[in-house]
T-cell receptor
């Protein structure tokens, strides 16, 4: 692995189903993030984790949960998908915020459609 | 509330210069980023400004005025591959990135 990967690339999901989006980074970054990107809106932070074992809520956390069992992996779970969760989801990672320019590196994204 | 404003869309000609503006109102300021995002792809880092002034990196330059809550990204010698969305993002007092909606730049031959 080089950088940050996400799976699946795309998914069509029936409303009410449970879905986990996977994210893995090999850059040993402490911080990881999940965003959603919708047409006409900026990237919106769903959840973040500043270090393994800790997570925090972003701007739009409702309907989503995350875990950070180790440094590399940061899965995002939709417990019961709804059509408004149709979006492109990006995972990102960075060095700890506050240490200079904490440039975020992004995965390729997951395009999720909830019907 | 926190707000990042940038134009929705701009058009420029190949070989020309274009300036994309960004104004922000955030709770605290710990730096401003510019990212480039081609259609269907992930955002990629272009520049970071934390002090006032101009940062130059090849054909791209980024300017910051903290007192005015203002930044711009300057692209010179435009190439067709520069057609993309350009995202402005500000690090707030909690070191979270607040993102603008992005400026779609269309380059015409």
């Amino acid at each position: 692995i080089a950088g940050i990967t996400q799976a699946p690339t795309s998914q069509i999901l029936a409303a009410g189903r449970r879905m986990t989006l996977r994210c893995t980074q090999d850059m040993r970054h402490n911080a990881m993030y999940w965003y959603r990107q919708d047409l006409g809106l900026g990237l919106r932070l769903i959840h973040y984790s500043n270090t393994a074992g800790t997570t925090g809520k972003g701007e739009v956390p409702d309907g989503y949960s995350v875990s950070r069992a180790n440094t590399d992996d940061f899965p995002l779970t939709l417990a019961s998908a709804v059509p408004s969760q149709t979006s492109v989801y990006f995972c990102a990672s960075s060095h700890l915020p506050g240490l200079g320019g904490n440039e975020q590196f992004f995965g390729p994204g997951t395009r999720l459609t909830v019907l | 509330g926190q707000n990042i404003d940038q134009p929705t869309e701009m058009t420029a000609t190949e070989g020309a210069i274009v300036q994309i503006n960004c104004t922000y109102q955030t709770s605290g300021f710990n730096g401003l980023f510019w990212y480039q995002q081609h259609a269907g792809e992930a955002p990629t880092f272009l520049s970071y400004n934390v002090l006032d002034g101009l940062e130059e990196k090849g054909r791209f330059s980024s300017f910051l005025s903290r007192s005015k809550g203002y930044s711009y990204l300057l692209l010179k010698e435009l190439q067709m591959k520069d057609s993309a969305s350009y995202l402005c993002a500000v690090t707030d007092s909690n070191y979270q990135l607040i993102w603008g909606a992005g400026t779609k730049l269309i380059i015409k031959p």
